[in-house]
C-alpha cells in the first residue's frame, strides 16, 4: 500500500487532527511520514509606486520568524509520530500558495499519499472544506485523505 | 465505498480494497440508484418496470466488481443497493448506518468534466461527511 505519506500542517489544532490520524494509519500500514509546513514568501507591502521597509523588519528577519513558526508546527508532527512509532522527516517549504507548495513537497518527496485535516487556520463553518484542502484535493495526482 | 459502475469508480475501488487489506479493514460497497420511474409509465417505448430492472441489473454489476476485487483480496466485503435521489446523501446514510469508520470514493465517477476539478458527489461526499474520506484519483 502506501510506503510514504506526506503530512501538511499549518500549526492549527485542526490540522493537528490530520497529523495524528496521518501518523496512525502510517503505524497501521507501515509506512514512513514526511511532514511539511509552507511558508508563503516575503512579499514587501506595496504603496503605489513604492515598497515601504518597516526598519528592524526585513526579508530576514520575516525568514526567521517564518522559520520558528514551521519549526514549532513540524515539532508537533515529529512528536506524534515519535509517540506512533513512525519514521518521520520534516521539511519547511517556501511557496505562495500553500497548496502548490504541499503539492511540490509531495511530488519532491516521492510521496503516494497525503492525509490532510478537513480545515486548517482559515476555517469559516463546519459544512465546507477549508480552500487550501480543496486545492490539494483538485490538483493533486495521489490518493488524498482528509480527515474530519 | 460508492460506486457509479464508471471506470474511473473502479479504479477507487481497486485502491480501496488494497486500503483495507492493509489495514485488515472490512468493506461494504453502495451503489445509489438515483431514478426509480413511475410505476406504470413508460419511457421511450420501454415500460418502466422494464427501466427499474435495468437500473439494479446496472448497480448489481457495479457491486460485483467490488465483491470480486474483495474476493482476490480476501477482504471481507457486503454490499447494498441504496436509493436516493442524491447519490452523495445515500454514501453518507449507507456510511452511517453500517458504522463505517472510512469512505474510499473515486475522484469522479460518471459526471467528469476533466482532470482538474472534483466530481460533484465526491465534493458533496466530502463536505457533508464526519469520518475521514479517502479521495483515489
Redesign the interface.
Known sequence: ??KHILIPTDGSRLALKGVK?GAR?AR??GARVTAVYVVPPYVPPMYGEGAIYVPGYSVRHYKEQGARVARKALAAVSAAARAAGVKCATRVVYDRPAWDGILRAARGGRCDAIVIA?HGRGAIGG???GSET?RV???????????? | MPTDGSRLAERGVRAGVRFAAALGARVSGVYVLQAIPARGASYAGVPAREWARRFEAAARKALAVIEIEAELARVPCTTAVVRNARPWKGILAAAHRRGCDAIVIASHGRSGLGGLLLGSETANVLSHSRIPVLVAR
Do not use: D, E, G, Y
Not at chain 1, 137 to 148: C, E, F, N, T, Y
Open positions: 500500500m502506501f490520524a494509519l497501521a500500514i478537513s459544512a465546507l472544506l480543496q484535493l483538485a490538483h493533486s495526482k495521489i490518493p488524498v485523505l482528509v480527515i474530519r
